[in-house]
């Protein structure tokens, strides 16, 4: 089906707006972050992330539609993040689509944030149905058996902290700066990884489920015993800390992949921009001849492009949020997205 979407992502630090052709094209993806606003603070003020919203999303928009080289009129729905995430933030995003929805008479599609990374790896290549997905985020860390567009079945998650706040903690605790994750993987590139020993958090079980709070804690007693002196210490920590962190994650996802007999794995997710896990992923998997595929860094980390995507499906399927759809903070397993279908123009 021909279509022009319009998609908007707004639900943690970053503004972002897409326009996707026909499911496939990515016409724009512009994203802008706010990560430098709250460095200072060392993590998002949901206060200060809403305000800052509603000052970049229709510029951010605007700049979108003409990258896209698209008329507003000639869009065919507008396509919006709901949850889970930051309730001041999504409202900002969602509140706007709706505005843009209304006022050109479009279907609105609302999607759900981690369902777009865990769907997100179709922008590059289309997978074969069902695969599993490893969306690791600042605030998820998830392993999901996804079905089809609209069924993804939750088979591990964490129990504590996610694997981006394990980076993120951690980088805290070493005193790098806000966003944490990518200063760790940075350093780490000149470190030995296998200099300190921290622990593989829940490898022992059998569960898929993961806890990364232990992991927080051990690097805390580490420095209170240990003072990090010199850049090649401070590189080493980083390195052994990140190991522990991917092959926690890449282990994991193995199993899952044998015990569901399923060969096509996905990685998705701002975590999954690490370098380290997508280099021993990759490497990994292989060696178990299986299919791993992992987006481009641009479509890991927060973007609409991935919205658009996802909803691309729904709006296929004639399937459209009503004008009154709310945003909702964690994210539920099973909801609806609005009573009433309406056809598409
Ligand atoms: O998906 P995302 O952009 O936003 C959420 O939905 O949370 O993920 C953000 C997380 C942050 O914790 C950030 O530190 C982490 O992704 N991250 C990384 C890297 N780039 C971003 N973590 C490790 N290595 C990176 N290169
Ligand atoms: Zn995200």
């Not at 972050?33 to 993590?43: L, T, V």
Request: aromatic residues 8%; contains cysteine; proline residues 3%.
């Amino acid at each position: 089906m021909s279509s022009l979407i319009l998609s908007i992502e707004s639900s943690c630090d970053e503004t972002s707006a897409s326009v996707i052709k026909d499911g496939f094209e990515i016409l724009s993806n512009v994203v802008s972050s706010q990560a430098d606003i709250h460095k200072k603070y060392g993590g998002v003020v949901p206060e200060i992330a809403s305000r800052k919203h509603v000052e970049a999303i229709i510029p951010i928009i605007n700049e979108s539609v003409e990258e896209s080289g698209v008329k507003l009129n000639e869009l065919n729905a507008i396509a919006v993040t709901n949850g889970p995430g930051l309730i001041g933030s999504l409202m900002v995003g969602l509140s706007t689509a709706k505005s843009v929805a209304f006022s050109l008479d479009v279907p609105l599609i609302a999607v759900d944030h981690i369902e777009a990374h865990a769907y997100s790896v179709n922008i590059e290549n289309e997978l074969t149905l069902p695969y599993i997905a490893l969306v690791v985020s600042g605030g998820h860390t998830s392993l999901y058996k996804v079905n089809s567009y609209k069924s993804f079945e939750l088979i591990g998650n964490t129990r504590d902290d996610a694997a981006g706040e394990a980076f993120d903690k951690g980088a805290k605790l070493l005193g790098l700066d806000y966003p944490g994750g990518i200063q760790i993987d940075k350093l780490s590139r000149n470190g030995n990884k296998k200099k300190y020993d921290f622990p593989r958090p829940f490898l022992k079980t059998d569960s898929f489920d993961f806890s990364f709070s232990g992991l927080k804690t051990s690097l805390l007693h580490f420095l209170k015993k240990n003072e990090i002196s010199g850049d090649q210490m401070l590189s080493d920590v980083c390195a052994s800390y990140q190991e522990a962190i991917a092959e926690t994650l890449i282990e994991k996802t193995l199993r899952a992949s044998e015990e569901f007999g399923i060969s096509t794995v996905a990685f998705a997710g701002g975590v999954a921009a690490n370098s380290r896990i997508r280099g021993l992923g990759m490497e990994k998997f292989d060696e178990n001849n299986i299919d791993l595929f992992i987006p481009h860094i641009k479509y890991c980390t927060d973007n609409a492009a991935m919205i658009g995507k996802l909803a691309y499906k729904y709006f296929e399927n004639n399937e459209f949020s009503d004008l009154d759809v709310d945003v909702y903070s964690t994210k539920r397993n099973s909801y609806t997205r609005g009573k009433g279908f309406k056809e598409a123009k």
